[in-house]
């Protein structure tokens, strides 16, 4: 029983090896048969156009026989419109300097009913926040609110170069 137990593992290791060549060698096709066709299809396509060399890859895409494959290919289609007018908008900047958390605490209150998106730039003490944005309107009605916490802030127009 040890005798068969000990070469039964590679016995059946040489069967499945030996299975494997065989289903490899049927699923591929020998080379000389590749060779043959390219030979065959490269004679036919060269009566027809006899200005183009055999030598080279390029001459080898055209004799693929798969029609249903189509050769990957990215195209984008972008179209301008120059002839209309760009309105421009004016952007306009608000600047406030600001001495303590309190006045934070205040201009962060008068944001959140304005929904204004703004930038707090920290230096060590030294707090400013800068808020830009095309309505003034609504920078003017924000630096009059903040004019009552006695707070200073700048509106100025943004320049575009």
Request: aromatic content about 10%.
């Amino acid at each position: 029983m040890r005798k068969a137990a000990y070469w039964l593992f590679p016995i059946i290791a040489i069967f499945f090896a030996v299975f494997i060549v065989i289903f490899m060698i049927q699923i591929n096709p020998t080379p000389s048969t590749i060779v043959e066709e390219a030979n065959n299809s490269a004679e036919s396509t060269l009566s027809d156009e006899t200005n183009e060399s055999t030598n080279g890859w390029m001459n080898g895409l055209h004799l693929t026989k798969e029609k249903e494959y189509s050769y990957p290919i990215n195209e984008v289609v972008i179209e301008m419109d120059t002839q209309s007018s760009v309105l421009k908008s004016h952007k306009y900047h608000l600047a406030v300097l600001l001495k303590d958390s309190y006045e934070f605490f205040c201009l962060k209150q008068e944001l959140k009913n304005t929904n204004l998106s703004y930038l707090l730039n920290q230096e060590g003490s030294a707090m400013s926040v800068e808020i830009d944005s095309d309505d003034y309107n609504a920078l003017a009605n924000l630096l009059l609110k903040l004019k009552t916490y006695q707070i200073s802030a700048t509106l100025s127009p943004v320049k575009e170069d």
